[in-house]
């Protein structure tokens, strides 16, 4: 079936440096996409989001990209620090404009 | 300050007995949604709702009803035909489909 994965389940990073998390999608009708950040016994925070009539997306310290030839999404965070350890989500959504489709999410532990 | 609230943090359910959760939000958002997480997994969908008195299926809905009598407000009911309710349930909200969805803090689920 179709769905939407992560390539790493974990990923370990040196404070200061840059993080990117991969996600890589199969259903070429998704046109909608977000990214949640998850802390321990919390729910989702959303971090950021874009359509595919897009590329490129940045907010603060994040940068989402989008290659709907390859159908893969990657979420960079510039600088990262401490409190970005979570585990990070993306999610699409295939052709139901209401339902969101989740990946099993990526563990990010940053090293002080 | 706007946002949604899930009670109780913490519920445990005898053998045979529903349980109902609580999901209220402040947001003005049209779309409400639950969602279940299991340890080291995505979230799944397990109902969602665009507008009151009315709301539909999602991809795990065997065992479980809503109901959406107001804007603010979509409880969840784990009935007994639920084999495996032990979960993390989420609730969350958004202002139509397409947009982002903000989450609660989630209800832990445990059978006594």
């Known amino acids: 079936g179709e769905s939407v994965g992560l390539h790493l389940p974990t990923l370990s990073v040196q404070e200061g440096d840059n993080s990117i998390i991969n996600c890589a999608y199969s259903?070429?009708?998704?046109?909608?996409f977000i990214w949640y950040k998850q802390e321990s016994g919390k729910g989702p925070q959303f971090i950021i989001d874009?359509?595919?009539?897009?590329d490129k997306r940045q907010g603060q310290r994040v940068t989402v990209l989008l290659n709907k030839t390859v159908k893969h999404l990657s979420l960079q965070i510039a600088a990262t620090q401490p409190g970005d350890s979570a585990v990070y989500f993306c999610?699409?959504?295939?052709?139901?404009?209401?339902?969101?489709?989740f990946g099993a999410g990526t563990t990010v532990t940053v090293r002080a | 300050d706007g946002g949604i609230t899930q009670s109780p943090k913490y519920l445990f359910r005898k053998e045979g007995q529903n349980v109902t959760l609580s999901c209220e939000q402040n947001?003005?958002?049209?779309?409400m949604y639950w969602y279940r997480q299991d340890p080291g997994q995505g979230l799944r969908l397990i109902y969602y709702?665009?507008?009151?008195?009315?709301?539909q299926k999602g991809d795990i809905a065997e065992g479980y009803s809503v109901s959406r009598e107001k804007k603010e407000s979509f409880p969840l009911t784990v009935t007994s035909a639920q084999k495996n309710p032990t979960a993390f349930y989420l609730c969350?909200?958004?202002?139509?489909?397409?947009?982002?969805?903000?989450f609660g803090d989630g209800t832990r689920l445990s059978i006594l």
């Open positions: 874009i359509r595919s009539n897009m």
């Open positions: 969350a909200s958004s202002m139509s489909g397409r947009q982002p969805q903000h």
């Open positions: 947001l003005n958002h049209d779309a």
């Open positions: 259903n070429s009708a998704s046109d909608y």
């Open positions: 709702s665009q507008i009151v008195n009315d709301f």
């Open positions: 999610a699409e959504t295939p052709g139901n404009d209401y339902k969101l489709s």
